[in-house]
């Protein structure tokens, strides 16, 4: 990264903070101090109302979300839908859409399953939907789970395999017949994640939105921006958490001294440290590679969600013990970003999952 | 090598240049032919490779450009990548020389002593480091080897231990106390000292690993002449601190190419070998996982690494961003050499020597994980360096502590 970049991305991240930091995850801002921010709109083309932005600076938004808790669609919408849509062959629709989210007046969801299926997947190599030829038309049918923002959203992206074997996307509104979505609540309540079940729905030819370039290829980048997506939440915690804990050791006092003056104190906070220092670099990488297009992407990005998802839920948890006893109370809230490093882990593909991934390159 | 360098072209145009020299002058089959030779013919290897470095402008890149040295950072790292890349021999003998002598005659040397001997380490001049005693390791400060003055200069009198390669040094880097009245910070003086003074006897120390690199040193009434003072009189602590660092972050990005590049590649063919059944490691899941993580956390070193050189050159380095590379390198070095010894069984027990001139990550993995202790005592312990990251890296309280 250019001197320059890291520049404007640190005020870029001092704004982020500001709006999202003291909120915590019980007064988040709401989404339309989000879309005033302009973050729905960073990757949406300049001509669309956007800012033309790359992932980067996206990511940005994702960790000091992640540093703050904060309970917002932004995945649903943002990463996942303006992603979607700009993998997609532009037209009026899909344009349209992606100047709605941008001002603010859409908020889609993609129906891509955080849980990615059989162990070993780390990103899904096909769409949870089919769509199949029926004397009624087109017809939908699938299920995916652990869906980011899908209860609250105002529009659905569901990820089809065609009749002829391609992945395409389906654009729905969440109340077309036959397509159900359920929420489910989870132990992690800053986020919202529903299940989307179509069965039978019946699709017109025209909500069909074909990938540009191949299809396929295009599918599995969705799932690496998700993950990547998760690496970053995490990494913005972990910082988080170890921040917290750092300001509650030089403070809490036992046997006379603070306790981070006491070396197993001090020396565990050394190792989040490391740990957190590891991640970040990883994220960076990652990052940089997924915003410049690289086709090789998904080795950083493996890398990096496996790393940071692991080494978040080890931080959050040792910061969880070094707060001692008012760690555990609820009212310290060190569990909910315990919770949610430990979702985080699980979604888009475990630490195993994309582990397996970089391992079948030494085959 | 004149002119402009930096842009993405010239460094390919740099780098095409390294690959080429690499091929040509990196001794074929220089691990089989070191391993197991005697200490003269080690010597004698390491100090033809090192003119090789140089005839090449290659060996002591970092130095300024009026002392032989002045290659721009971002060249000196495609250097050490491709040195790691092609499986090159280490520098060990001449280490001290050029990383830690270098940088302390460069910070705080006189020009006389810059003269006599910058160009004589160019001509192969080795130097040992005599800082650690047996009473003073972690405690560095509480060394107790003592230098009188008398006449124009000083006698000096104690036992310095882990002096690494001192049974072949010219020079010697030697810390000892001034000033036994001072708090013990204040009362060290920094030397430099000549091996040939009569009264000083070397005895080499058997390590874990059998070999005896590492080396005692009997100082009895050693003279050390005036001019042999680096810096002021009792300011020899603050000297070492600041020379001790200077080169981490280049050497730490050398040895971190090496762990990952030839290091990992040997960590892969030893888990593609078959076992008796046909097997191999790598098909197993588990083996796989373990792989894929060691290579995810030497991605995350390497470029840590190379952060570490590039803030180190802007002069914008974090207080504990060495101490974090090298506790991370030295438990992943002990971690990757360890599981090497286990993916390979009893066979690792059967080597019995590993190529001299090798680095910590040799492919003889139950020596290497033996080795790894070298990195998490040495240098300043794993333990002294998280300390280090508590206290100025995260600005927790110091411990309280006795006797300053």
């Known amino acids: 990264m250019s001197p320059d970049l890291s520049d404007l991305h640190g005020e870029f991240r001092a704004v982020a903070r500001d709006l999202l930091g003291g909120a915590g995850p019980d007064r988040a801002p709401g989404w339309k101090a989000i879309t005033g921010s302009g973050w729905p709109g960073l990757e949406v083309p300049e001509a669309l109302g956007g800012s033309g932005a790359t992932f980067a600076e996206v990511a940005v938004v994702l960790e000091e979300m992640g540093r703050a808790a904060a309970s917002t669609p932004y995945v649903g919408a943002a990463v996942l839908g303006v992603g979607a849509l700009n993998l997609l062959e532009p037209g009026p629709d899909r344009d349209g859409l992606l100047r709605a989210i941008a001002s603010g007046a859409a908020r889609p969801a993609v129906a891509l399953a955080g849980d990615t299926g059989d162990p070993g997947t780390a990103v899904a190599a096909e769409p949870p939907f089919r769509l199949e030829r029926s004397p009624r038309g087109l017809v939908l049918r699938g299920d995916a789970a652990f869906v980011p923002d899908a209860a609250g959203a105002d529009r659905?992206?569901?990820?089809?395999?065609?009749?002829?074997?391609?992945?395409?996307?389906?654009?729905?509104?969440?109340?077309?017949?036959?397509?159900?979505?359920?929420?489910?609540?989870?132990?992690?309540?800053?986020?919202?994640?529903?299940?989307?079940?179509?069965?039978?729905?019946?699709?017109?030819?025209?909500?069909?939105?074909?990938?540009?370039?191949?299809?396929?290829?295009?599918?599995?980048?969705?799932?690496?921006?998700?993950?990547?997506?998760?690496?970053?939440?995490?990494?913005?915690?972990?910082e988080a958490m170890l921040d917290a804990t750092v300001a509650y050791a030089g403070v809490r006092e036992q046997f006379g001294r603070p306790i981070g003056s006491f070396q197993a104190v001090k020396h565990a906070c050394a190792d989040m440290l490391v740990r957190v220092t590891v991640a970040r670099r990883l994220v960076e990488a990652a990052v940089r590679a997924l915003a410049a297009g690289d086709p090789d992407c998904w080795v950083a990005v493996s890398m990096a969600k496996s790393y940071a998802c692991e080494a978040a839920v080890d931080v959050a948890g040792k910061a969880m013990q070094l707060h001692g006893g008012m760690g555990y109370t609820w009212e310290s809230g060190v569990h909910v970003h315990l919770k949610r490093a430990m979702l985080d882990r699980s979604l888009f593909g475990s630490p195993a999952d994309h582990r397996r991934r970089v391992a079948h390159r030494y085959r | 090598m004149t002119g402009v360098r930096g842009t993405a072209h010239d460094l390919a145009e740099f780098r095409a240049e390294v690959r080429g020299w690499c091929r040509e002058h990196i001794p074929a089959d220089w691990r089989r032919a070191q391993t197991g030779v005697p200490e003269e013919e080690f010597v004698a290897f390491q100090?033809?490779?090192?003119?090789?470095?140089?005839?090449?402008?290659?060996?002591?890149?970092?130095?300024?450009?009026?002392?032989?040295?002045?290659?721009?950072?971002?060249?000196?790292?495609?250097?050490?990548?491709?040195?790691?890349?092609?499986?090159?021999?280490?520098?060990?003998?001449?280490?001290?020389?050029?990383?830690?002598?270098?940088?302390?005659?460069?910070?705080?040397?006189?020009?006389?002593?810059?003269?006599?001997?910058?160009?004589?380490?160019?001509?192969?001049?080795?130097?040992?480091?005599?800082?650690?005693?047996?009473?003073?390791?972690?405690?560095?400060?509480?060394?107790?080897?003592?230098?009188?003055?008398?006449d124009d200069g000083y006698v000096v009198n104690g036992q310095k231990v882990w002096a690494s390669g001192a049974a072949h040094a010219d020079w010697c880097l030697l810390l000892a106390r001034t000033d036994p009245g001072?708090?013990?910070?204040?009362?060290?003086?920094?030397?430099?000292?000549?091996?040939?003074?009569?009264?000083?006897?070397?005895?080499?120390?058997?390590?874990?690993?059998?070999?005896?690199?590492?080396?005692?040193?009997?100082?009895?009434?050693?003279?050390?002449?005036?001019?042999?003072?680096?810096?002021?009189?009792?300011?020899?602590?603050?000297?070492?601190?600041?020379?001790?660092?200077?080169?981490?972050?280049?050497?730490?990005?050398?040895?971190?190419?090496?762990?990952?590049?030839?290091?990992?590649?040997?960590?892969?063919?030893?888990?593609?070998?078959?076992?008796?059944?046909?097997?191999?490691?790598?098909?197993?899941?588990?083996?796989?996982?373990?792989?894929?993580?060691?290579?995810?956390?030497?991605?995350?070193?390497?470029?840590?690494?190379?952060?570490?050189?590039?803030?180190?050159?802007?002069?914008?380095?974090?207080?504990?961003?060495?101490?974090?590379?090298?506790?991370?390198?030295?438990?992943?070095?002990?971690?990757?050499?360890?599981?090497?010894?286990?993916?390979?069984?009893?066979?690792?027990?059967?080597?019995?020597?590993?190529?001299?001139?090798?680095?910590?990550?040799?492919?003889?993995?139950?020596?290497?994980?033996?080795?790894?202790?070298?990195?998490?005592?040495?240098?300043?312990?794993?333990?002294?360096?998280?300390?280090?990251?508590g206290e100025r890296g995260l600005g927790l309280p110091r411990e309280p502590r006795g006797g300053r």
């Open chain 2, 47 to 150: 100090k033809e490779w090192f003119q090789e470095l140089r005839r090449a402008g290659f060996a002591v890149p970092h130095w300024p450009r009026e002392w032989g040295g002045g290659m721009p950072v971002a060249e000196q790292i495609i250097l050490y990548q491709e040195l790691a890349a092609h499986d090159a021999p280490r520098l060990v003998l001449a280490f001290v020389a050029i990383h830690h002598a270098a940088a302390t005659l460069l910070a705080a040397g006189t020009d006389e002593q810059r003269r006599r001997h910058l160009p004589a380490i160019l001509d192969g001049e080795i130097w040992a480091q005599g800082f650690s005693e047996p009473g003073a390791g972690s405690d560095l400060a509480a060394l107790s080897t003592t230098a009188r003055r008398q």
């Open chain 1, 156 to 238: 659905l992206l569901l990820p089809a395999l065609a009749p002829g074997g391609e992945p395409v996307m389906v654009d729905a509104g969440p109340d077309l017949a036959g397509i159900r979505v359920t929420a489910q609540p989870l132990l992690d309540d800053t986020r919202a994640f529903g299940r989307v079940t179509a069965e039978g729905a019946v699709v017109a030819e025209g909500s069909l939105r074909r990938f540009t370039g191949d299809p396929a290829a295009a599918f599995r980048h969705l799932g690496d921006r998700a993950a990547m997506a998760v690496a970053c939440d995490g990494l913005g915690l972990s």
């Open chain 2, 182 to 389: 001072a708090p013990k910070r204040r009362g060290i003086s920094y030397f430099l000292l000549d091996m040939s003074t009569p009264g000083i006897d070397v005895r080499p120390i058997r390590q874990a690993t059998g070999e005896s690199h590492f080396c005692e040193i009997f100082l009895d009434d050693v003279v050390i002449p005036r001019t042999c003072l680096v810096g002021r009189e009792n300011d020899g602590w603050r000297v070492a601190q600041e020379t001790l660092g200077a080169e981490r972050g280049m050497t730490m990005l050398e040895l971190a190419e090496r762990l990952g590049n030839a290091g990992f590649r040997w960590l892969l063919e030893t888990c593609a070998r078959p076992g008796p059944g046909g097997a191999r490691p790598v098909d197993d899941a588990l083996v796989a996982d373990r792989l894929a993580g060691f290579e995810t956390e030497l991605t995350a070193l390497r470029a840590l690494c190379r952060d570490l050189v590039e803030r180190h050159d802007a002069g914008t380095p974090g207080p504990a961003d060495a101490s974090v590379v090298k506790l991370f390198y030295s438990e992943l070095l002990q971690r990757m050499t360890g599981f090497g010894a286990e993916i390979a069984g009893p066979a690792a027990h059967a080597e019995l020597r590993k190529p001299l001139s090798s680095g910590w990550e040799s492919g003889a993995w139950a020596l290497d994980f033996i080795g790894s202790w070298e990195w998490t005592i040495p240098g300043g312990t794993s333990e002294i360096q998280r300390t280090i990251i």
